[in-house]
């Protein structure tokens, strides 16, 4: 679903980022990255403990509690032809949807031994597009993951997972498996700033949006409305529609942590009936959001800086503004702010359309 009036094509969203500034490990600590606040015209420099100070009480926080899956596996044919797997959904009786690399496609019938632990029989093909392969395993998806599974570090990280992966390319409160990729904005948060966000009366909120493979996925169409938008499973309880709407009401902002959140949130109030800011519930959403989209829900958002001609540029300067999103990423680059998923952070705000 593409959300959008705008004129814009793929090209306005290129942006030249010096390789040195793709972060390839965390901050030492969670909260010592960088923060960019670039809701005022001037971009002001930051660190991210700083931020409870920014926010005001009666503000409420909305995080996505997904936890990342190890959904990468290694293996290989009956044929002994080398296999690599990233699975990129977990079905009910053991079967998963899985993105695979061979020299040769596995036929369905056959049978892949992952991890040299357990097998994995080929149904088929499956997914939206037909695109990804439809296994099932031997055992319990997520425990034979957890077992035997890498984690699925993001295409520009160039280094294989270690154990510190394991531990930073998480949340702090994350519970409900199943994503393959982190919600990145969420990775600054540790324990210390989440009680001083407390003290200082802002609320917190969750939702649950399994961040997919796709959202590395490039844009290859110049006209943005061709772009076919990966889809993603995500759950608003209604618990967190309570909250929002009761903030609203207060006069509070609702404040989302990572484009994933806001995906959810913004999806969720599509189908929100009248008189109500979002509907509760759970489904799929495949919401592109591009200049031009009305925003129902969010009023700032956080979020990590994002890769060039990526639909996570158009859904920021979406929020914040064309022309001042690009002014803060030309800061952020000049001061040598750190990119991408182990990267630092920035905040904005909503900015009318």
Known sequence: ??????????????????????????????????????RGATPVDRVFRDLPSLLQPGDLLVFNNTRVIK????????????VEAL????????????????????????IVRFADAFDAEVLGRGG????LFHLKLSGDPFELLEQHGHVPLPPYITHADEADDVRRYQTVFAKAPGAVAAPTAALHFDDAV????????????????????????????????E?????EWFEVPASTVAAIEATKAAGGRVISVGTTTLR?????????????????????????ITPGFQFKVVDLLLTNFHLPKSTLMMLVSALAGYEHIRSLYQHAIAQGYRFFSYGDAMLIERRAP
Do not use: C, W
């Open 227 to 231: 772009h076919k938008m990966h889809s």
């Open 264 to 288: 959810a949130l913004e999806s969720a109030a599509l189908h929100a009936p009248a008189g109500q800011i979002l509907q509760a519930g759970s489904r799929d959403t495949d919401i592109f």
């Open 128 to 131: 939206p597009d037909g695109g």
């Open 87 to 110: 699975v990129e959904r977990v079905l009910p009786n053991h079967e998963v949807l899985a993105h695979m690399r061979a020299s040769k496609s596995p036929k369905p019938g056959s």
């Open 71 to 82: 959904a990468r596996l290694y293996g290989a044919k009956q044929s002994g032809g080398a």
């Open 1 to 38: 679903m593409t959300a959008s009036a705008s004129g814009y094509t793929l090209s306005d969203f290129d942006f030249e980022l010096p390789p040195e500034l793709i972060a390839q490990h965390p901050a030492a600590e969670r909260s010592a990255s960088r923060l960019l606040d670039g």
């Open 194 to 225: 989440l009680a001083a966000l407390r003290e200082r009366g802002v609320r917190t909120a969750e939702v649950t949006l399994h961040v997919g493979a796709g959202t590395f996925q490039p844009v290859r169409t110049d006209n943005l409305a």
